[in-house]
T-cell receptor
Framework: GAGVSQSPSNKVTEKGKDVELRCDPI?????LYWYRQSLGQGLEFLIYFQGNSAPDKSGLPSDRFSAERTGGSVSTLTIQRTQQEDSAVYLC?????????????FGSGTRLTVV | GQQLNQSPQSMFIQEGEDVSMNCTSS?????WLWYKQDPGEGPVLLIALYKAGELTSNGRLTAQFGITRKDSFLNISASIPSDVGIYFC??????????????FGQGTILTVHP
């Protein structure tokens, strides 16, 4: 696609429920990243994919968080047993080959609210 | 871990004023990136800097790569209302790899009063 697409754009869920957030990267981009942005905070790295593999998942905050990528394209971030502190904007980004010096292209994010 | 410190945290200025913000790190960076995030959107890359001492412009934006390689500055001249947003500095993770995550600063929130 023309840009990085994320869905849903907004999600309200009850505490304890599982949620899935989806990211469609730019076509042909092999690298994909998930970041989290809490209110008034900077961007917190969660996980990095190169193709379908995740060489760096050091930012996942707990074992309730997981992510996968299939076909070198779409990625899904899953949060199990959501907690109120999971409320944040979840941003996905992609880049052509993952070279840090080129920066990334971000999607508009999914705003998750846990009530 | 590696951290980037941005200042100021927020700025309230009048339309037409110039703006300056900076980003510092305790470790050396080989690349500095500046992003802008409009409300409700993801960050967008504004300027990339690749060499110590480099000064790069993009319209009314000017950014500099500090000579010590531990800081960078972003200036906006003659601000307009659409400059409102959050400005982030970012750099590659230290550790010898050229691929993977970027580290982001906490952001500078800019408000422009017409």
């Amino acid at each position: 696609g023309a840009g990085v697409s994320q869905s849903p754009s907004n999600k309200v869920t009850e505490k304890g429920k599982d949620v899935e957030l989806r990211c469609d990267p730019i076509s042909g981009h092999t690298a994909l990243y998930w970041y989290r942005q809490s209110l008034g905070q900077g961007l917190e790295f969660l996980i990095y994919f190169q193709g379908n593999s995740a060489p760096d998942k050091s930012g996942l905050p707990s074992d309730r968080f997981s992510a996968e990528r299939t076909g070198g394209s779409v990625s899904t971030l899953t949060i199990q047993r959501t907690q109120q502190e999971d409320s944040a904007v979840y941003l996905c980004a992609s880049s052509l080959v993952g070279l840090q010096t080129n920066g990334y292209t971000f999607g508009s994010g999914t705003r998750l609210t846990v009530v | 871990g590696q951290q980037l410190n941005q200042s100021p945290q927020s700025m309230f200025i009048q339309e037409g004023e110039d703006v300056s913000m900076n980003c510092t790190s305790s470790s050396i960076f080989n690349t500095w990136l500046w992003y802008k995030q409009d409300p409700g959107e993801g960050p967008v890359l504004l300027i990339a800097l690749y060499k110590a001492g480099e000064l790069t412009s993009n319209g009314r934006l000017t950014a500099q790569f500090g000579i010590t390689r531990k800081d960078s500055f972003l200036n906006i001249s003659a601000s307009i209302p659409s400059d409102v947003g959050i400005y982030f500095c970012a750099g590659p993770n230290a550790g010898g790899t050229s691929y993977g995550k970027l580290t982001f600063g906490q952001g500078t929130i800019l408000t422009v009063h017409p």
